[in-house]
């Protein structure tokens, strides 16, 4: 069964532009979730997706945004991007994101932002 | 509000030798949780998981233990190798719960 895929692996973006992360869960996965990690703040939770519906967000602000597929397929956005947004953006699914749902990871996005 | 802490940013062991991650909580709601393993340019992986109805699971040469009283978790790699060296994170989550909530990691290093 393949894996959590996540592209583009690598992007550069300067301050002000936006970017769209796109993220494909394991086949049969419902829920997708997204956390951003940067150095010392280990891995700080975005948003989960389920069935197309945003069903929990964390603290971040309105210029992160997402949206999930009828294939379960998810897409992360980040508008009027800032340098502090330079991170390694990580994608996982699980079956049905309840909280003992193991979570599988794709290998990130990392962003920088110059 | 940091609601899982690993205190120890990092940890050097030798080859061999028993490796000790340790992981604090502070939300006795949490009533599950795992360590994840993750390298350079990778996602993380899951590792272990432990219910909180057990003190100890464990799975070949990793071993979690929990201890709910002092809201406490750790995992045992005995014998360490150098493949293991990576960043362990820890995580919590629980009944009702929607997301995982991470510590900030431990980079172990297993030395020959």
Redesign the interface.
Known sequence: KAGVTQTPRYLIKTRGQQVTLSCSPISGHRSVSWYQQTPGQGLQFLFEYFSETQRNKGNFPGRFSGRQFSNSRSEMNVSTLELGDSALYLCASSLAGQGRDTQYFGPGTRLTVL | DQQVK?NS?SLSVQEGRISILNCDYTNSMF??F?W?KKYP??????LI?I?SIKDKNEDGRFTVFLNKSAKHLSLHIVPSQPGDSAVY?C?A?????????????TRLLVSP
């Not at chain 2, 340019?41 to 899951?46: H, I, L, N, S």
């Not at chain 2, 989550?93 to 990691?105: A, D, P, Y």
């Open positions: 690993q940013p009533d599950y795992l994840y340019a990778e996602g993380p992986t899951f998981s219910s994170f995580a989550s629980g009944t009702g719960f929607q997301k995982l909530v991470f510590g900030t990691g």
